[in-house]
């Protein structure tokens, strides 16, 4: 079954005074109809890019500088994102394709009623206000939270509770594909808990896919089907969740689970040295710096992303098959 | 839902309508409130600092008396009349005294602030009554226009922030905005007014005209008015523009507007309801600081430009030392300006719901 969102090539940086510095490189990644995939990894690394570039929200100096990005829908339809013109990809913001962004406690209008807010983008979609106004109210009842909130303003709402507003605005048009990114970061683990619950339970109910941009591996281990950890603007590994939590290959992917606490007085070990930023990305792997199984083609060669089995993709030299045999 | 809940749910929202409705009449009250302290507190001050300046308005008026009539007094009859004058201006008491009988007959006796020196015996009232609708025609006029023009152009050009005519426009806005309202002024005087003949450029309508509801007085009143208008209005709208850009730049930086953008909806709706709705808030505020900080300059315009408005007044009654004129010229341009300020500082809880509760 072909991908609902098929990403080729992806890259995108930033535009300096001379020359683009990339933040994403070459990033492929498939995402399948009704799954919740993670996107992970530390801040800087290039995820919040990728959501933004998956979305076309890229705003200057950020510049989408390649790649492909294929939406298929369930209906057959077919949209090459990169290449749709603005008014079109209006259409297709929030029918098909919503955002749940980052630094959501401010991602509403503070002197719009939430009413306004939520129900603006149905009427332009084509909806009637009774039509938008009934839509808004089943979208909050998805999240929990009561239809009389239509009538307050964000300031007079708690944060959790102006997250659950996103989130519903986000599905009121039964989109295909969400991409939200970091939702859950503002907010405390219960409210955290719960949201992302009821968004496995959106999921369930809509049938939709979505895209979840975290740098919490427990929100991961919660939610999602599959995770792809994405390291200096690249994708490491990508996997299932229970391989990638019971079995990292990726040196980048043990490391990060070897750095979650868990129960029985294990010690908790984190990866030596810091992330690369956009600026300095090694050559070769650009993990090779902070690799404890480094060897001599790290440092010159890309490794590409390829398959190991088991639904299991890695982008690393040691799992190369000519290495594997001198080993 | 259970009728019983339904109706309690119907109670508790009327209850919260009357909440609001309470909160809003309380911050109305409590600006309504500062405004008077205000209003006193000006007052006091114009009344105390007139009298710091050097010079007794007696010796003034009894040298121009003098002058006039071409002979000297003896000191006796100098002394006669100095007193004479001096009961007639209330000027006989100690300071503390006059400063009580001052306030009691300006609020109690109906604005009774006085004969003025300048054209005694005329009342100083009235002189400030026939004198303010210049002052406040212009001004107000000047400054609204400014407002609107200066926002309007300032979004347009914060939204296109990175097109080469924004760029443009902001350092001519710049150029503009530092340049002294009177060097514009005279420019307008020099280069439209005398060298191009384009348009009048001093008195308040022509010459050979008498105030009466004719076409012919009503267009030369207008263009008269243009260039002491365009000159205040250039010098404020450039402020205007730049900071209007400013507060739509950093709201075009806001998550909310990402979030907007990410709704599909169209440019113009992000636009007017999430960018410029948003930025008209301080800019609001702006123009109620604005109004306080830019009526100086328009006394200035009216002096260029020989309009009988109360900076004129002002300047006449400032050689004269008339402390009655003085202060009564004061008290009324504190007050439009006090009263334009308390105009948008309750227009604001309209435009923005966190002022009905943090104010």
Not at chain 1, 59 to 73: D, E, F
Not at chain 1, 213 to 223: L, N, P, R
Not at chain 2, 86 to 91: A, D, L, T, Y
Request: some cysteine.
């Amino acid at each position: 079954m072909p991908a609902l969102l098929e990403i080729r090539g992806l890259t995108a940086g930033l535009q300096g005074q001379r020359a683009v510095t990339e933040v994403v490189s070459q990033v492929d990644l498939d995402v399948q109809a009704g799954e919740i995939l993670g996107v992970v990894g530390e801040s800087g690394c290039g995820k919040s890019t990728l959501a933004a570039a998956i979305m076309r929200l890229l705003l200057p100096p950020q510049v989408l500088q390649s790649g492909s990005m294929t939406l298929r829908l369930k209906d057959g339809k077919t949209y090459e994102l990169l290449d749709l013109p603005e008014a079109d990809l209006r259409q297709l913001r929030w029918r098909r394709l919503s955002y749940i962004p980052q630094g959501s406690m401010n991602s509403l209008n503070p002197v719009l009623r939430i009413e306004r807010q939520m129900t603006d983008t149905l009427i332009q979609h084509g909806l009637s206000r009774e039509e938008a106004l009934r839509r808004s109210i089943a979208a909050l009842e998805l999240v929990n939270l009561e239809p009389r909130l239509l009538d307050s303003y964000p300031h007079e709402l708690s944060g959790g509770m102006r997250q659950r507003v996103i989130i519903a605005a986000a599905v009121s048009m039964r989109p295909a594909l969400i991409v939200a990114d970091e939702l859950t970061t503002a907010l405390d683990v219960v409210t955290q808990r719960q949201i992302l619950q009821e968004l496995a339970a959106i999921r369930d109910e809509l049938g939709a896919t979505i895209l979840i941009i975290t740098h919490d591996m427990g929100v991961v281990a919660q939610i999602a089907d599959r995770v792809a950890v994405m390291y200096a603007g690249k994708i490491a590994e990508l996997g299932t969740v229970n391989g990638i939590f019971e079995s990292p290959l990726h040196p980048y992917s043990q490391g990060l689970i070897g750095s979650i606490p868990r129960e029985g007085g294990h010690r908790v070990e984190g990866l030596p040295g810091e992330a690369p930023s956009p600026w300095n990305y090694p050559a070769g792997c650009r993990f090779h710096t902070r690799c404890p199984h480094v060897i001599d083609r790290c440092r010159a060669q890309v490794p590409a992303l390829l398959p190991q089995g088991d639904g299991t993709w890695a982008a690393c030299h040691l799992y190369e098959p000519e290495v594997l045999s001198n080993a | 839902m259970t009728a019983n809940a339904e109706a309690r749910a119907g109670a508790s929202a009327a209850e919260g309508q009357d909440a609001e409705r309470r909160e809003v009449f309380q911050y109305a009250l409590r600006r309504f409130g500062v405004y008077l302290f205000t209003l006193w507190a000006a007052i006091t001050v114009a009344f105390f600092i007139f009298r710091l300046v050097p010079g007794d308005p007696m010796n003034i008026l009894l040298g121009n008396l003098a002058r006039a009539e071409g002979r000297q007094r003896d000191a006796e009859e100098e002394e006669a009349l100095i007193a004479h004058f001096r009961q007639i201006f209330g000027m006989d008491e100690p300071l503390p005294n006059q400063y009580v009988n001052y306030l009691r007959k300006a609020i109690l006796g109906g604005l009774d602030l006085g004969p003025s020196f300048v054209e005694y015996p005329t009342q100083t009232k009235d002189l400030v009554f026939r004198r303010m609708p210049w002052t406040i025609g212009i001004f107000t006029t000047s400054v609204l226009l400014a407002w609107i023009v200066g926002t309007g152009l300032g979004a347009l050009i914060g939204w296109l922030q990175r097109s080469r005519l924004s760029k443009l426009a902001v350092v001519i806005s710049t150029l503009l905005q530092i340049t002294p309202v009177y060097l514009v002024a005279l420019g307008l005087i020099i280069y439209v007014g005398y060298t191009w003949r384009i348009l009048p450029a001093g008195g308040p309508y022509a010459r050979h005209l008498q105030p009466e509801w004719t076409w012919e007085f009503i267009s030369s009143l207008l263009t008269h008015a243009i260039l002491p208008m365009l000159s205040n209005m250039i010098v404020i709208g450039a402020g205007f523009t730049l900071g209007m850009r400013a507060l739509m730049i950093s709201v075009l930086g806001e998550d909310y507007l990402t979030f907007a953008r990410a709704k599909g909806l169209s440019p113009f709706t992000v636009l007017k309801d999430y960018a410029f709705r948003n930025a008209l808030i301080p800019q609001v505020t702006a123009l109620a600081i604005i109004v306080g900080a830019t009526l100086n300059g328009t006394f200035i315009i009216e002096v260029l430009f020989q309009l009988p408005g109360l900076g004129t007044l002002f300047v006449q009654a400032m050689g004269l030392r008339d402390f009655n004129t003085m202060q009564a010229v004061v008290l009324f341009s504190i007050f439009a300006v006090l009263t334009l300020t308390l105009i948008v500082d309750l227009a604001l809880p309209l435009l923005d719901p966190r002022v009905r509760r943090t104010a």
